[in-house]
């Protein structure tokens, strides 16, 4: 390890079991030397082991669903006064669409589910960097990451309404980065993750072909749950304070291939 948390506070949302991404992350940044707290949904918790995660990581669980300004005021409080200061980053990783697990088709959504994926999948960053804001919790050059997926720029019909809601946190990160970065040098970014075999990611229809897939289009094969995390701890470290308001692609190279051979060879004639 390389120390290169030592002695930066933060919060680490959407931890699940140990295939989550947010659960690599809190294992990395323990190792690095951050000291955090652990957040989830009470209904999220109830459906994971991230008890086994902070008795890990030496923290507590500070329960909070994200979409309720009540919830985060409360969460940046209690993290702020366990961890005896203010925070120098936070990791966004909520995502739901309501839609997507009962497998509505795309053109024949529900409504009112859609809104709760804007709500819960998008509307969220703002709504934790807004409370952040006004609470005074965040330290001057701290770093703000939220996971998002290629499906924001891109056509992926399984991927469903969760593509707006990516579309709007991605959109959310450059306008709060702008904000955040003129009045306390603050960055956000968003991370664009290949596939990556979590929970939430399995619940998609055609996910393990889509895997396969995207394999054979990057260059470097799909990246990993927990190369992912060591890419967000070089993002929360001082060593990138002037990368802010990007969508990282980390993905093997998938975003920039238009095909490959191996792609190629399956189609061709016999």
């Not at 991927?159 to 955040?180: C, F, I, P």
């Not at 001082?238 to 975003?255: E, I």
Request: proline letters at 3%.
């Amino acid at each position: 390890m390389y120390n290169l948390l030592k002695g930066k506070k933060g919060i680490i949302t959407g931890a699940l079991d140990e295939n989550s991404i947010a659960w690599k992350v809190a294992v990395q940044a323990y190792n690095e030397g951050a000291s955090f707290v652990l957040t989830n949904a009470p209904v999220a918790m109830r459906m994971g082991k991230i008890e086994e995660l902070a008795s890990q990581c030496k923290t507590i669980i500070i329960p909070a669903d994200a979409t309720l300004e009540e919830d985060l005021e409360n969460l940046y409080k209690k993290a702020t006064e366990h961890l005896g200061g203010k925070l120098d980053f936070v990791l966004h990783s909520i995502g739901m669409s309501p839609n997507v697990r009962k497998k509505k088709e795309y053109n024949d959504l529900n409504y009112k589910f859609f809104q709760q994926t804007l709500d819960v999948s998008g509307l969220s960053f703002h709504k934790m960097m807004q409370v952040a804001e006004k609470t005074d919790s965040l330290n001057d050059y701290a770093s703000i990451i939220a996971l998002t997926y290629i499906a924001a720029q891109r056509v992926f019909p399984d991927y469903g309404d969760m593509a707006q809601a990516k579309a709007v946190l991605e959109s959310v990160a450059r306008s709060y980065g702008y904000h955040l970065g003129k009045t306390k040098k603050i960055r956000v970014n968003t991370i664009s993750q290949s596939p990556t075999p979590t929970t939430a990611g399995t619940g998609i229809s055609g996910f393990n072909a889509f895997l396969n897939f995207a394999e054979q289009m990057s260059p470097l094969g799909n990246a990993t749950a927990e190369e992912c995390a060591n890419y967000i701890i070089t993002l929360f470290s001082d060593l990138t304070r002037k990368v802010t308001m990007q969508n990282l692609f980390h993905d093997g190279g998938f975003s920039a291939v238009g095909v490959t051979e191996e792609v190629m060879a399956k189609f061709e004639q016999a």
